[in-house]
């Protein structure tokens, strides 16, 4: 994995500089506002000024941490234990740094060596690590609950030690919330205010719950609160911004309303904070989920100019470009995501955006790989990404890859499939067979999509596809003799079946265009079945006679009544005359 490494030379050159009169509170106070540059000049002084503090070492350490500066981090972890041999909480620091690299006996190793160097009423070095469970660990979505766990059994003795530690009642919340336990997370909330009332974080945590329940007005009520304790606090402008952009996806009708406000009330986050390069990525990373392509390429372009510019930029770009129809850029710009990004970086919706970039500039094999990755990925990415394969199968006229792209998608949705993925699976298959390609498992395989399908809607209360009716009865009746007298039946079941689910409602004027093809065969096919099968001659011209009432061209009733009819009329030829 490429890691990113900060400048983490410890002190200013000037002395006399006011950072200096600058506390550890007050660094910590910036880190939890998320003003890490300020909080960053602040800590990289007090290291020099006030030394025999091992928390300055830590707080150092813990921002770069949140700026996904892992080694950087680790240099200063080690510069503090160097300086603190007995530093609990710079061993936290290692340990949460060996986490997210996903080195778990490092990890495992660091927490216990500070455990053993935490005093019995200390709660900062418990604090920590619970926080350390909490951060999303490379290309996650979520907390893992094994890992929320983890974290709440470290808050919990970091309660005993201290229980008038606001902050673990904080932290508690957000593990419990991270499980999605309500009633604990709320309760845990409410216990840091009442320890602590000015602590605009818990407001904000408060927020988020209500907003993460749908009920986005209390959210925003939430953040407002924290606001009136401190006006200038960063983070309630930026979960204001992530609850307006989620109520914008739930409301349509407010859509436009507050996917402004939401991006207004990120501008403000911004103002508020330092508009570091990091600050920037993130609000980049809103951007993107709120569909403002063209803003994020402004910021990536932003970006690029820095000369520390991290190369997820090139990330945003590919993205921007891609949704503001650029397309050869786009893919230039998430080639070099690609080349210059360690693995451990890559998100399936990168290798997503990588394969629609592929198509739109014609390299359609190269992105049917990348799509499949995305789908093999992210199960959430299986329906976008097969779409998109299909519809390049489709463009071949490929029916044979379609069919099968469809039954790719079908397996990895595992049982949560649409339904009409099955006809459609099942119509591509039944295309795929031809002279061609006689293969008999074809057909096989697309009665057995057009039945599990229908299986389906049956047993979800629904009515049968008729589509896939049809096409069941056009596969039964490829068993049959090429000697119409030995007609057996096996479409039979199938045509009757649509007939008793489109006839009683058909009107010819109101019918869809299948509607007045499929009914007018299975009239047919039963005209056909009556005149060879039951010797019912009168049957059949029925039959006959509906079908050519909705399709007059229709071929089987043409023959019936322009051959087959004008046969039987004819006069049978007089005999020969005998010749001696």
């Known amino acids: 994995m490429i890691r990113k490494i900060a400048t983490v030379a410890l002190g200013l050159a000037c002395i006399g500089s006011s950072v200096f009169a600058q506390s550890l509170a007050d660094a910590k106070k910036a880190i939890d506002a998320e003003k890490y540059q300020k909080a960053k000049e602040m800590l990289k002084n007090l290291t020099v000024t006030q030394a025999k503090d091992d928390e300055t070492f830590f707080q150092l350490g813990w921002v770069y ?94 309660k005993l030690a201290n229980a008038k530690d606001a902050e673990v009642a904080l932290e508690l919340g957000n593990a419990y919330r991270s499980k999605r336990e309500t009633s604990p997370a ?34 925003i009520k939430e953040y407002q609160e924290a606001l009136k304790i401190d006006p200038n606090y960063g983070p309630a402008y930026r979960e204001w911004a992530e609850t307006a952009k989620n109520w914008s996806f739930e409301n349509r009708a407010l859509a436009v309303e507050k996917i402004n406000e939401a991006v207004e009330k990120y501008k403000k986050y911004l103002d508020l904070t330092d508009k570091s390069d990091e600050t920037l990525m993130r609000y980049a990373d809103f951007l993107i989920s709120a569909g403002k392509y063209e803003e994020l390429q402004e910021i990536a372009a ?74 093999d990925l992210d199960s959430t990415m299986v329906e976008p990404a097969f779409n998109e394969i299909i519809n390049i199968h489709k463009a071949r006229k490929d029916y044979l890859s379609t069919a099968r792209s469809y039954e790719g998608m079908i397996e990895r949705l595992r049982g949560q499939s649409p339904i009409v993925n099955y006809i459609y699976q099942g119509i591509y298959y039944y295309n795929s067979f031809s002279s061609k390609n006689p ?16 299986q389906k809607l049956i047993a979800a209360g629904g009515k049968p596809n008729g589509d896939a009716l049809i096409y069941r009865g056009r596969i039964a009746n490829i068993k049959e003799s090429n000697d119409a007298t030995q007609l057996v039946g096996y479409a039979k079941p199938f045509y009757d079946k649509y007939i008793e689910l489109v006839e009683p409602t058909f009107n010819l004027e109101k019918a869809s265009r299948t509607e007045k093809i499929y009914l007018p065969e299975a009239y047919a096919y039963n005209g056909r079945y009556a005149l060879y099968h039951d010797k019912d001659e009168a049957k059949a011209e029925e039959f006959y006679n509906k079908a050519k009432a909705i399709d007059p061209a229709n071929r089987s009733a043409d023959w019936f009544f322009n051959t087959y009819k004008k046969a039987a009329a004819a006069p049978a030829p007089a005999p020969k005359k005998a010749t001696k």
């Open 65 to 158: 941490l949140l700026q996904d500066y892992i080694d950087s981090a680790k240099i200063v972890f080690n510069k503090g234990i160097a300086a603190h041999p007995k530093s609990a909480l710079n061993y936290i620091g290692l340990g949460a740094a060996a986490r997210l690299s996903k080195d778990n006996a490092g990890a495992t190793s660091n927490f216990n060596t500070a455990m053993g160097f935490t005093g019995k009423k200390e709660s900062t070095p418990w604090l920590y690590m619970g926080k350390s469970y909490l951060m999303l660990l490379p290309n996650t979505k979520a907390i893992a609950t094994d890992d929320a766990d983890k974290a709440i059994a470290a808050l919990e003795k970091g």
């Open 186 to 219: 709320y309760n845990n909330y409410n216990l840091a205010l009442e320890l602590d009332p000015k602590l605009p974080g818990a407001r904000v945590a408060q927020g988020v719950l209500f907003s993460n329940a749908r009920n986005f007005e209390d959210g």
């Open 302 to 375: 932003q970006l690029a100019k820095s000369a520390g510019a991290n190369v997820r930029v090139w990330r945003y770009l590919g993205y921007a470009a891609f949704e503001n129809k650029k397309y050869q850029q786009g893919r230039e710009a998430i080639n070099n995501w690609f080349s210059k990004a360690g693995p451990n970086r890559i998100l399936p919706r990168d290798y997503f955006y990588r394969g629609r970039l592929e198509v739109a500039t014609q390299d359609t094999t190269a992105a049917v790989e990348s799509l499949k990755k995305a789908a």
């Open 439 to 454: 293969d008999s498992t074809l057909l096989i395989k697309a009665d057995s999509a057009f039945s599990r399908g229908n």
